[in-house]
């Protein structure tokens, strides 16, 4: 009817064609509360927080309490949100935006999305390898930006689980085997994120140290051990990158699902480390209400539960008596406040297009700082571009560079994708290539040699290319994945490979891309080895330069390189010997205990305490120039403090990352990386480093008291270019104190 016109019915088409306006429904949420008193951004957001929480209902805030995966929402996914791993609506008559999280680790995830483009980071071992706070921030910039680009508002990023075994599976997400790298570089990269106005996580809290059996595994470990190094590289991150939110594990720990463990959750989190953001759960960890009365705030993924335990189950269980509605408001104060914390109220997402020129560098920078020169007799890197005859054999080469499967896996258009092998999770993908090709990099730096590619199916052919080559470039691969544990080793017969090749051609490089430390049984016949770990979007060309000598060497190994399983703390992977078989709704494991007697002696440590020689210590990485370490300092005091000096004693420029570590306490010996400075030096240039050990690191963690204890004492410091060389050695008395968690 003409008279509806002028009626309120039709008003909001009026209001439509007025320029700059829209009806409520369709302005962005921020906009919609505009002048509310929770919109002002000079009250701090715990109070911006109360105010929300004045007008919700309990119906209101359990609804902030449960997320779903957009896949599985079928009807009631809205047509603005993508196919990622989680959705939950926001309040936009309140000005809450809606969760929208992407997995996240290095890259915005694919998550099943067709022509989808990201920039892929190199893996996380491989940044951890470049020992650079820096780094770690611009690469964490670099995919909240493209996060925010794409619609997402949250980074399920911050993999900090330290390796505790070569096998896992998920290592290549994961920062090494230190607490204080580890923790360092994802605080760092944490605060990268949240640059962005944006929320990130820290995970997997705690001791999801293997993916056999991840879902239904009990681990047992001493309290003081676990203070002093899984939970310290949680504590050291969340100091530094203040995530707004840690996400709990699949795991038990001591007997209790992580994601329902109040030791974790309240006691750590909450009283210990007085953290203010909340805990949301792993994707299928939830197993009862009961979690909400141990700390966790948010379930997440709620199809993969056995039921929405935060939906209905926790609405009754307010109204049993069961749990206080007073937690229930708690829990949504700490999502509330965690949103004000982080910008995402404040600074709505951008309605642009993804825009990755400026990123496929950011990631090109980290991986060249990230290779590891293992080995070079007669310095045989780098190669000359006057060689004439140049093999390149293996690892798809002319293809791309490897990249780690699961939840994390990044897909830029144009990767190549292969079939998933025997024995890989269900729910996940096979291979995926990034499309940078070490071979077209190659060439591109030879253009005057011949260039010859094999691909390493017949180990004769390419033995017989190898032979008459001026110089071989082998590359040699290990996939790994979420949802299964590796072998230690490369994949396939590729270490036969190799020996042919190397038996041909002394004059052998080999070049591995893996998820962490494999054997090389070869070791000896090659002339140089370089670890490339999961190189990402520029890796390709990142290899060819290190290669050829346009950027020096400067990776250092985040782990220790065993010779074989029988120098691990468990030779045989607890729960191998069922044969295992994940779903996306669990796993067909039964439930098993991982002990941890090597307590906090993980990696260099047990090394240490063992006196067992690694295939490669932690620490380890060669450069083109040459460096001495002398006129060591040690101050003593509160703390530690060493100083020395750093020479380039080569002709050529390079970088190097000179160590510090205590080797002995008062009352203890165990060695503990204390820190580090990465240092450019041109030929004969020398430079003082002053390092000032972190008061923490020379603590003991007292259950009694409960704290970390210095005790009084002569400490003792060793500097070296890794964990096995003590090439300065000095102590130094520190006093006693004891400092609050």
Known sequence: MRRGLKTGVC???LVLALPGLAPAAARPAHTRAAGQPWMNP???????????????????????LHGSMPMFMGAKKPANVSISAGYMPGIPELGIPALTESDASLGVANAGRKDDDATPLPSGMALAATWDEKTAFASGAMIGKEA?????????????NLMRDPRNGRNFEYLGEDPLLAGTLAGATIRGIQSNHMMSTIKHFALNDQETGRMVLNAVIDEAAFRESDLLAFEIAIETGHPASVMCAYNRVGGTYACENPFLLTDVLRKDWRWPGFVMSDWGAVHSVEAAKAGLDQESGQQLDKKA???QPLKDAVASGEVPAARVREMAHRYLRSL??????????PNGGLDTAADGPVAGHAEEQAIVLLKNDGDLLPLMKTARRIAVIGGHADVGVISGGGSSQVIPLGAKAYPKPKGAPQWGGGEVYDPSAPLAAIKARAPGAQVSFNDGADPAAAAALAKSADVVVVFATQWSTEGMDVAMKLDGEQDALIAAVAAANPRTVVVLETAGPVTLP?????????????????GGEAIGKVLFGEVDPQGRLPVSFPTGEAQLARPVLPGSDQNAVETLTGSTVKPFEVRYPEGSDVGYRGFARSGETPLYPFGHGLSYAKFRYSG????????????????????VAGTDTPQVYLTAEPKRKQQRLVGWSKVALKPGEARTVTVTAPPRLLADWDVKAPGWRVDAGVYKLAVGPDAATATLKGSAQVTAATLKP
């Open 11 to 13: 008003a909001a088409a």
């Open 42 to 64: 000079k009250l701090t957001p715990d109070q911006r927080a109360d105010l929300v929480l004045a007008r919700l209902s309990l119906d209101q805030q359990i609804a902030l």
């Open 148 to 160: 925010r680009q794409k619609g997402f508002n949250t980074l399920l990023a911050g993999g900090v």
């Open 309 to 311: 335990f935060f939906d």
């Open 340 to 349: 004000f914390a982080a910008g995402v109220v404040d600074h709505p997402l």
């Open 522 to 538: 070869w070791r000896d016949r090659a002339g140089a080895i370089l670890e490339a770990w999961f190189p990402g979007a520029r």
């Open 632 to 651: 060591l300092k040690v101050a003593g005091g509160k703390t530690l403090t060493a100083s020395f000096t750093v020479t380039n004693v080569s002709n």
